[in-house]
């Protein structure tokens, strides 16, 4: 299917059809009701300044030339997940792989590849942040050398507990910065409302011990003290850490340690409930 090696393919914006659209419509809207006060300031700051609004999937020549102004970031369009390497290669240059297409009307709430509403919406307002925009470039060049060292595992999750579903202590309370929560309906209000899931204070080893889960809801999420925290992240050498963490024990998703400093104690209410309604049903 792709014919670039770097995986990358037009956006051809003139081909959506109104129909699709309307489906992004229909997301942004309930996605816009949801956000204020539970988004942080960063976030809407970033979607204020962007041509992101309700009534089109946005071009992303557009995006590019006001992205590219502010952090010197583009967005480029591939037809779904990429190969890591091919990934981390885009991040490091800076430049922002998004799912071309739009999910169907019958999956608004769940899908398995990236499409254009969750990166677009989820991703494009953080990068024009310079926080941001260095980490994901650093967790780019990050992830080929974590590769290089067959740790790769350890390095996707401190991706996946701040990039995609980070939460951020700011002045008026928790906030999510997490792409994954921010362009879901039901996470955003679950990741900060719920009395299930743990809230626990970001620590990097920890994090890279603990495994997550790709199919539902997080079972813990983790609160950095703000993004330049991230910008920490992006000057620290892994190499030492995964030297360290290596052959020591993974942590299960809900686990919650000792050692933890714990924003909120979950019930683990949810996941207890889905693991046993599975069981009955087999
Ligand atoms: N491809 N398009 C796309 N988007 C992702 O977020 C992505 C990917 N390929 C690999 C990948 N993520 C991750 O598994 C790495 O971050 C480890
Ligand atoms: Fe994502």
Known sequence: MPTRADWTIDQGWEKYTP??????????ERQSRLLPGRACDEFVDGMNKLPIGPDQ????????EVLMQKTGWQVVAVPGLVPDEVFFDHLANRRFPSGQ??????ELDYLEEPDVFHDVFGHVPMLMNPVIADYIQAYGRGGLRAQKLGVLDKLARVYWYTVEFGLVQQKDGVRIYGAGIASSRTESVFALEDDSPNRIGFDLERVMRTRYRIDDFQESYFVIDGLQQLLELAH????????????????EPGTVLPTDRVVSRGTGRYHLEARNSAKAST
């Open 19 to 28: 129909a699709e659209h309307a489906v992004w419509k229909t997301l942004f």
């Open 57 to 64: 999937i946005p071009d992303f020549r557009r995006l590019s």
């Open 101 to 106: 297409f739009i999910r169907k009307p019958h």
């Open 236 to 251: 620290i050498d892994f190499a030492p850490l995964y030297e360290r963490i290596a052959g020591q024990p993974e942590y």
